[in-house]
């Protein structure tokens, strides 16, 4: 018979799961955690895991979701500093890459190439919640520019997939070069950033 757990029950067995999954998938790498590794380093049953998570892939993206927080406060910090449109750009794009390299979570999903895994085994339902959500916040970025600065008045969602699809490189860093990699980044940066702005607002 499965156990009713209250919502304070809940609220604190969840977080034990995503501290504990954290922790080992930061040091282990996600395909050498196991579930039982997560539960044990958490101190309940195997069983009580599936109260919660469907899978260990839907537990990684409930941890990238927390961790992608820092994304909503770095495009709000920002529009804050008052920088032109393609100074914005290069901020996001340098902090942002800064801050995913830093972070082990993200380094083990780029590094175990872990993106299409987590994909294939959540409910497309969520995944649309999340890119909408996602997309909404981004927008918001790009519209300011668009409406304050010279930031170049093409389609939001456009410009939004642009960005999201440049903060993929760093799972493509072997074939890039690793001795050129921060080199190429860099004039990556400085082409998107100029290619995204007028001269004149």
Same mark, same amino acid.
């Given at each position: 018979?499965?156990?009713?757990?209250?919502?304070?029950?809940?609220?604190?067995?969840?977080?034990?799961?995503?501290?504990? /999954?954290?922790? @080992?998938?930061?040091?282990?790498?996600?395909?050498?955690?196991?579930?039982?590794?997560? +539960?044990?380093?958490?101190?309940?049953?195997?069983?009580?895991?599936?109260?919660?998570?469907?899978?260990?892939?839907?537990?990684?993206?409930?941890? @990238?979701?927390?961790?992608?927080?820092?994304?909503?406060?770095?495009?709000?910090?920002?529009?804050?500093?008052?920088?032109?449109?393609?100074?914005?750009?290069?901020?996001?794009?340098?902090?942002?890459?800064?801050?995913?390299?830093?972070?082990?979570?993200?380094?083990?999903?780029?590094?175990?190439?872990?993106?299409?895994?987590?994909?294939?085994? @959540?409910?497309?339902?969520? @995944?649309?919640?999340?890119?909408?959500?996602?997309?909404?916040?981004?927008?918001?970025?790009?519209?300011?520019?668009?409406?304050?600065?010279?930031?170049?008045?093409?389609?939001?969602?456009?410009?939004?997939?642009?960005?999201? /699809?440049?903060?993929?490189?760093?799972?493509?860093?072997?074939? &890039?070069?690793?001795? &050129?990699?921060?080199?190429?980044?860099?004039?990556?940066?400085?082409?998107?950033?100029?290619?995204? +702005?007028?001269?004149?607002?």
């Amino acid at each position: 018979m499965t156990r009713k757990f209250s919502d304070k029950e809940r609220g604190f067995y969840k977080q034990k799961i995503v501290e504990s /999954g954290t922790k @080992l998938i930061s040091v282990l790498g996600f395909k050498k955690t196991s579930i039982q590794d997560i +539960t044990d380093a958490a101190g309940i049953a195997k069983g009580t895991f599936y109260n919660f998570f469907t899978s260990k892939e839907e537990l990684l993206f409930e941890i @990238l979701t927390i961790h992608e927080d820092f994304r909503d406060n770095l495009l709000k910090e920002v529009i804050s500093s008052e920088s032109d449109a393609e100074k914005a750009i290069q901020q996001v794009i340098h902090k942002g890459l800064e801050m995913t390299e830093e972070n082990k979570i993200f380094k083990k999903v780029f590094e175990e190439n872990l993106m299409e895994k987590i994909a294939l085994k @959540l409910p497309q339902e969520k @995944l649309e919640e999340h890119f909408e959500d996602d997309l909404k916040n981004s927008k918001g970025f790009v519209e300011h520019y668009q409406q304050n600065s010279n930031l170049i008045k093409v389609d939001p969602s456009v410009i939004v997939a642009l960005l999201r /699809g440049f903060f993929m490189m760093p799972m493509h860093k072997k074939e &890039i070069g690793e001795d &050129i990699y921060e080199e190429v980044m860099d004039l990556f940066t400085y082409v998107i950033a100029r290619g995204l +702005t007028k001269d004149e607002v």
